[in-house]
């Protein structure tokens, strides 16, 4: 009990210093990083992402200690919040297929451009106030 694990200790880790960077932003930057638009995704690096695209290096390593820790199996339920485009959600159903999946995200533009095969299950919502009754999911 109160054993601390890092899950996302096979996430690739940035090259860059992002203390640095993020010291370096104005708030005009950050005003339009906070809209969550095209601009954070997918616009100017300074504004966000600089192109938030899928690459299975991200999150392809991370979902075996995810589903091992959770217990995940093909019966599982799972909500992402703050699933951006949906790229964790469709690893982890190409490792498990039939898993129950459900994303949403604050971001209008991150929804409409997600990755395709997520589409179904991904849906704009706020975290503070989640349109699913409680004890909808397994693992959120």
Not at 91 to 113: F, M, Q, R, W
């Amino acid at each position: 009990m109160g054993q601390e694990i890092d899950l996302l200790a096979n996430y690739p880790r940035a090259k860059r210093d992002v203390k640095q960077r993020g010291e370096q932003k104005t708030e005009e930057v950050r005003r339009i990083a906070r809209q969550f638009g095209k601009e954070f995704f997918d616009g100017e690096r300074r504004h966000g992402y600089g192109g938030f695209y899928y690459n299975p290096r991200f999150w392809k390593p991370v979902i075996p200690d995810l589903v091992n820790h959770f217990d995940l199996s093909d019966k599982s339920s799972v909500l992402d919040v703050g699933c951006g485009k949906g790229f964790m959600l469709h690893d982890l159903v190409e490792t498990l297929p039939g898993i129950s999946v459900v994303g949403i995200d604050i971001s209008d533009y991150a929804i409409e451009n997600c990755i395709e095969t997520m589409k179904p299950y991904l849906q704009v919502a706020d975290a503070r106030q989640l349109p699913f009754p409680d004890n909808s999911f397994d693992l959120v």
